[in-house]
C-alpha cells in the first residue's frame, strides 16, 4: 500500500511550493493536479472552445491526450505529446482552468489518472479535492489557507518575477471570483475534509509550514 498526502486548499494558499518541499524531504513523488486542470484549459483555449458551452468542453476533453511524467523527480505535463510546462501558470489558463474544471467529464478524466499515480507512488499530491475525493483514505489530510489579500499578493510577486504584467487589484478580484467558483461549483467543491487538519499560512514561513506537515505525516505513518 503506498503512502499519500493529500493538500488541499485555495488558489494562492502556497500548497505546491510547501507540497514540493515536503515531497522531496519524505522521498516521495510532487503530484500537482492543479497542473493537469491546466493543461485540460490550455487544450481548450487552443481549440477554441467556448468555456460557457459545458457540451464543447465534456465533448473537447475526450480527445485531450495529458500525461504526467518525472524528470529528476520534477513532474512535467505533456499535453498531445507536447511539454506544456512553461504555458500553464498565466492568468488567462487559470481562469479558464477555474471554469472548465467544473466540468464533471473533465473531473472524470483527471480524476482517473490522478488516482492510478497514487496507485503506482509514495505521494504529496495538491488540489481541491484531493481529501474529499481523488484519496479519500489517505491517513494524511491537510486544508492550507491564507488571507485572501496574502494569497494575492503572493501570486502578484510570482507573475512579476516572470516578467508578467500585472495589477494587484485585479489579481484579488480573480482570486476572489476563482474562490467563489472553486467552493460553489456542483461537482466536488472545495472543501475542508471531516479528517483534514487546518494550517493558516498567512503569518507562516515556507519552512514552519513544512515542518509542521513533515511532522504531521510523520506522527499518521
Ligand atoms: O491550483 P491551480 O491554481 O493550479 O488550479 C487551477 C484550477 O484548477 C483551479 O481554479 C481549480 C482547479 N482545480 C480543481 O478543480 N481540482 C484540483 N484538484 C486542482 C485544481
Redesign the pocket.
Known amino acids: 500500500m503506498k503512502k499519500s498526502i493529500a493538500i488541499?486548499g485555495p488558489?494562492?494558499a502556497g500548497?505546491?511550493t510547501i507540497a514540493k518541499l515536503v515531497a522531496k524531504e519524505l522521498g516521495f513523488i510532487y503530484v500537482?493536479?492543479?497542473?493537469?486542470?491546466?493543461a485540460m484549459?490550455l487544450y481548450l483555449i487552443r481549440k477554441g472552445t467556448d468555456r460557457e458551452d459545458e457540451k464543447a468542453i465534456e465533448e473537447a476533453c475526450r480527445d485531450a491526450d495529458i500525461s504526467i511524467r518525472y524528470a529528476d523527480g520534477i513532474q512535467h505535463v505533456y499535453l498531445m505529446g507536447e511539454i506544456v510546462d512553461d504555458h500553464?501558470?498565466t492568468e488567462e489558463v487559470?481562469n479558464m482552468?477555474?471554469v472548465s474544471?467544473?466540468n464533471a467529464a473533465v473531473?472524470q478524466k483527471?480524476v482517473d489518472l490522478?488516482q492510478k499515480l497514487a496507485e503506482s507512488e509514495d505521494v504529496v499530491m495538491?488540489?481541491?479535492?484531493?481529501g474529499t475525493v481523488?484519496l479519500p483514505d489517505s491517513p494524511c489530510k491537510i486544508f492550507l489557507t491564507a488571507s485572501r489579500e496574502v494569497r494575492a499578493k503572493r501570486r502578484y510577486d510570482e507573475l512579476t518575477q516572470k516578467g508578467e504584467k500585472c495589477d494587484i487589484k485585479k489579481i484579488e478580484a480573480d482570486i476572489n471570483e476563482?474562490d467563489v467558483?472553486?467552493m460553489t461549483?456542483k461537482n466536488?467543491p472545495?472543501r475542508v475534509a471531516d479528517d483534514a487538519i487546518l494550517i493558516d499560512s498567512s503569518d507562516m514561513t515556507i519552512d514552519q509550514v513544512k515542518d509542521e506537515i513533515i511532522r504531521y505525516a510523520k506522527e499518521r505513518f
Open positions: 488541499d488558489a494562492g500548497k505546491s500537482d493536479t492543479g497542473a493537469m486542470y491546466r484549459a500553464l501558470r487559470g482552468a477555474s474544471s467544473a473531473r483527471l490522478q495538491d488540489g481541491r479535492d484531493i481523488v476563482r467558483r472553486d461549483r466536488s472545495l
